[in-house]
Each structure stands twice: as structure tokens, then as C-alpha cells.
């Protein structure tokens, strides 16, 4: 048995379903907060009081309003990523690239530096656009008769992932950019001290994090080309997928309405140059203070109805695309429901204090990352 074999035997043997870990972290922090001491230490209650009420705190939680929007809006920027990366632009982008990806080492450093670029713009659209890309590259290589190293190919689909939430679609990045949001966090105790928002030029047009990302664009293609040369390569062989046949349909009325490309054009165009009305109107436009979930949602809608052009087209990719949102609409709340529990049984304020009793401001940054 390789030692590949013997990794994903263990991760088999050790991980469960990310639903199961979930789960498992629920009960978990159930557990500790009944066990964690109450804040109100005038009154004593019993541990089946006690344990009502921090299921009542995870409860609280589950189904908290502002938790719900922000799943929601999650499941919309994985959702119209995909979608985007499904149209017909996008597949002739890959297209145009497919000539350059002569050898192994080619195709790893092109691959990862475009699933890089998209996956800063988008997550959802990075993670669907590496694995189409992917795709397209072994076809091609089959029919070239190129060598490839399909395990160093495909790392190379997922390196998006390396530098998305230090993009304009990380999900704490456009969150804490929501007025407000930063404060409902806090406890009522530091509430004023917390600033109203975070906008992108204090996040992702800082210093710090462009010159994180700009290392990663360079430094991460060039990995990938200088382990193409080195790694072994086959000419990969790929089972041939019947294609889709297509029955030719007389189209009547409304359903014209849902074929012609006019329709989504212009809705798309329509929505894009709202959004960009919405960017120059805005009061602090140079801080970058427009975007937000709303605000990248929108924009994603626009440009995925533009691309795809046909009403059908679109709602046959998001048919395609909505199974990738499960995850978020499964796990998500059980998510919350551990937040309420931290939160109200004062647990996030005792690690935080104590966090804050043995760190200086250099050291803060480095316990809060492990």
C-alpha cells in the first residue's frame, strides 16, 4: 500500500461527514455549558435548570434572524459563483487557455494562477472554475497526447482556496463591513468601544493583505510549475461520457420570453449598471464601504444573467448548482445554536479575557490564529 493510499485510508478511518462533526461540536459545547460556571453566582440553580436553560440559549441561537440572512447569503455567493462559472464565457476563457498548457508544468502553474485570480474575486466561482478547468486540461491532454500528473493537476484546481477570504468574497471580510454587525457581536460591556464597521480598504486593500496576496499569485504558480517538472507523468485516459442528446422543441408565447437571450442581457446589463450606479452614488465609495453580501449577491446575479444570456440557461445551471449549497443550509444553523450557547452562558467573554490577561499586542495576533 502507497503512502497516498494510506493517507486517505486514514482520513477515511478518522473524519466523519462535516454534518457529523457538527453534531459532534454541538454536543460537545452542550456539555460544557452546563458544566461552564454562571456568570450570576447569586442564586444557585439545579443542573436540570441549568441545562434547560443553555438548551434554550442553543435554540435561541438556531434560529437566530441574523444568522439565518447570513446563511442565506453564503448560499447565494457559493450558488451564483457556481452559476457563473457554468456560462458560456467562462468555458471559452478555459478554451483559450487550453493551447498554452503544453506539459505538466505548464498546465499546474496555468491552473493555478487563473483558479488563484477567479477564487479572489469569488470563492464559489473559483472552486467550480478550477474543477472545470481541470477537467478540460486531462480531455485536452488525452486527445494531445500530453503527459500529466493528474494528482498535481487537480491540487493545482483547489490552490483557489489558499486566497479566497483574503478576497472580496470572504465571508467574515464582508460581514463585519455590514454596519452594525461588529457591535451585535460585542458584550454590552466593550459595545462603544467596538467601531460601527471594517470596511474593505481596512481588510482587503490593506497593506498586510495585498502584499499576502499579491506572494501567493507568484510564489504559489511558481510551486506548482517546479513540482510539474519534477513530478512522474502519464498521458492520462479518460472514459468518454455519452453526450446529452437534445430534442429540438417548437417554442409558443411566453416560453420565448425564457429562450431569447434579449431577455437575460438585458436584465443582467440592467442589474450590473445598478450595481455601478450603487458603487459611484455611495457617500464613502473611495473606502470601498459599498460592498457587502448584499451588494457582491447582486452584482454575482447581474453578471450571471449577463453571461449566460437565456433565462432557461440560467435556471438549468442553477439547477445544476444548488446541490453545492446544502452544506450551508444543513450546517449552518447548528452553527449558530454553538454561538448562542458561548455567548449567553458568558463563555466567549471568560477565553477572551483570559486570552487577554497573558497576550501583548504581538503575541494576541498568534494565539488568536492557533
Known sequence: MSFFDKYIKAVRFLLPSPFTIAIALTIFTLILGVLWPSPDTSSEISWTEKTITVLNYWNDGLWNSKGLAFAIQMMLML??????????????????????????????????????????????????????????IMEYATKSSIALNLGLIGAAGYSGLMIWHGGISGSSLVKISEHGHLKDLAPESVKSTVPELMDFSQTVFSSMNITITLSLLVLLPLTMYILGKRAPIKIPELVKQKEERKDEVRLIGAEKLDQSSFTGIFIGLAIVVFCVFLAFEHPSTKSFQFINPNYLNLSLLGLALLCHGSINSFIKSVEKAIGG???????????????????????????????QTISTEFTYPLYTLL
Not at 330 to 341: A, K, N, T
Not at 349 to 355: G, L, P, T
Request: glycine share 8%; net charge positive.
Open 79 to 136: 450558488l451564483l459563483g457556481h452559476v457563473l462559472a457554468l456560462s458560456k464565457p467562462i468555458d471559452k476563457l478555459i478554451n483559450q487557455l487550453l493551447p498554452f498548457c503544453k506539459n505538466n508544468a505548464k498546465s499546474a502553474l496555468l491552473i493555478t494562477l487563473f483558479t488563484l485570480l477567479v477564487s479572489w474575486f469569488n470563492w464559489g466561482l473559483g472552486l467550480v472554475f478550477g474543477a472545470i478547468f481541470c477537467k478540460k
Open 325 to 355: 449549497t446544502a452544506g450551508i443550509l444543513i450546517q449552518f444553523p447548528l452553527y449558530f445554536g454553538i454561538m448562542g450557547v458561548v455567548k449567553d452562558t458568558g463563555m466567549i467573554s471568560d477565553i477572551a479575557a483570559y486570552f
